[in-house]
């Protein structure tokens, strides 16, 4: 098994998109007959993070949970460690490599390249091996990566296990999802019989993507005139050189049709709209998930207004509690992965989102039909906001709660989407039952 050579992988993004690698990953190195070199992740301007994969996720659980797939090792064999990879050509980066490339490419470029030089790094690698088509094999092999073979590191489910009781403010394990996220760090309520006291605070996750880099790489107009306009400019000339170049040489949409064509993510605001007119009434517990809102507290207040009862981790969790994470952004992500994902209900503003993505994969994994996203259209939903000054309230109404249930319905995965959001296919789950494959 794996003869013929070894793959280093260099992930890049944040912690969800380093998720997506390391699986694509997985599949490449299987598919080529490779070993698989643990992944590195690459240090980002706009993620700040050095974390590494054993930093954040078990090691040894991951190789041995793959060890019957492909061959996993922590470090590249010392007869090679010293080779320039980049001037004998098997260094190839993710500018070399087509997104969502089929079996065929790495077949007919990299696979040479392995077994000439015995070693191939991919560089800032991230979202580039297609869904469709993928042998049946490979496609099970990414689904058992990505809910499977992950999990967080003791101190990360300790401190989960700690916001998630202080969320509900119950002690013990209410759902599948506690259990896969959480281990032994969440205890079973069965454990202690009868000696429990009420009952755990349901509370609604959301995701408001609505960061910095988000509202910057959009490139749509929020509102805040030349002030913001020239605020968002310096930060992609910073962290977002090739979109200005890109700006520069192509005609752009103007922020008005890329709203129209909904591109744009929703703001605080739309998305109080959003939950207030599916019946969220202003008491609901809600979770706020995410680094810090663009435009602070002023932006967040028509949110605030109508849902004073909002809470993050920095509310549960003590300045001391959080300062091993505090440098550390893919680690902070975790914890808000593990908040969303198990939450009564998720919702999110922005379903391009790599962490709403991945967070509803894995509430329809192993949710076992009780775990409800909410997710917008967001094509449709500024259709309807378009229309607001026409539109009743009740009217209003009646349209959010079709665009969210449309999207709610059970489906199988549709050739070509990821199957790390929707993995309702016969190579991961079973359709009928809506459960997980017992045997991944």
């Known amino acids: 098994m794996n003869g013929s050579g070894f793959i280093l992988v260099s992930a890049n993004g944040g912690l969800n998109q380093q998720r997506v690698a390391v699986c694509n990953a ?17 240090y980002s301007s706009v993620w700040k993070d050095k974390s590494q994969f054993g930093d954040i996720y078990q090691e040894d659980y991951f190789i041995s949970l793959l060890k019957d797939d492909l061959r996993i090792i922590k470090e590249l064999p010392f007869h090679l460690q010293s080779l320039d990879l980049e001037s004998i050509g098997s260094q190839v980066s993710d500018m070399d490599i087509r997104k969502e490339s089929k079996p065929l490419y790495f077949s007919k470029v990299i696979r040479p390249l392995l077994l000439r030089n015995g070693v191939v790094h991919f560089l800032g690698f991230g979202n580039r091996l297609a869904f469709d088509p993928l042998p049946a094999n490979l496609q099970k092999l990414r689904c058992k990566c990505n809910f499977h073979a992950f999990k967080f590191v003791p101190r990360i489910q300790e401190i989960g296990s700690l916001l998630l009781k202080r969320i509900r403010k119950y002690n013990y394990r209410v759902s599948e999802l506690d259990k896969q996220l959480l281990g032994n760090h969440m205890p079973s309520s069965l454990l202690v019989g009868n000696n429990r006291s009420g009952k755990p605070l349901k509370y609604l996750a959301l995701h408001m993507r609505f960061e910095m880099d988000m509202v910057a790489y959009s490139v ?23 979109l200005v170049m890109r700006m520069k040489e192509n005609a752009s949409f103007s922020p008005a049709e890329l709203r129209k ?28 998930a995410g680094s810090d809102v663009y435009g602070g507290r002023s932006r967040m207040l028509p949110f605030t207004s109508l849902y004073p009862n909002l809470v993050t981790k920095e509310d549960f969790l003590t300045p001391s509690e959080l300062a091993p994470f505090r440098n550390f952004s893919s680690q902070l992500a975790a914890l808000d992965f593990i908040a969303c994902a198990t939450a009564d209900v998720f919702a999110m503003t922005d379903s391009g989102s790599q962490l709403s993505s991945l967070v509803t994969g894995f509430r329809t994994y192993h949710g076992r039909g009780r775990a409800p996203t909410l997710r917008p259209n967001k094509k449709r939903f500024a259709k309807i906001l378009s229309q607001n000054g026409t539109l009743g309230w009740i009217d209003f109404e009646e349209r959010v709660r079709k665009m969210i249930e449309e999207n709610q319905r059970v489906q199988v995965r549709p050739r070509g989407r990821s199957i790390y959001r929707l993995p309702r296919s016969p190579g991961c789950m079973c359709k009928a039952s809506e459960r997980n494959l017992e045997h991944l």
Do not use: W
């Open 26 to 42: 997985v599949a490449i190195a299987a598919m080529l007959n490779a070993s698989l070199v643990l992944p590195k992740f690459l």
């Open 261 to 288: 064509l909904g591109r744009c993510p929703l703001t605080p605001e739309e998305a109080a709209l959003m939950l207030s007119a599916l019946g969220f009434k202003q008491r609901t517990y809600i979770y706020l």
């Open 220 to 242: 749509c107009d929020f509102g805040g005139g030349e002030k913001e306009r020239r605020e968002l400019q310096a930060y992609r000339e910073i962290h977002f050189p090739t």
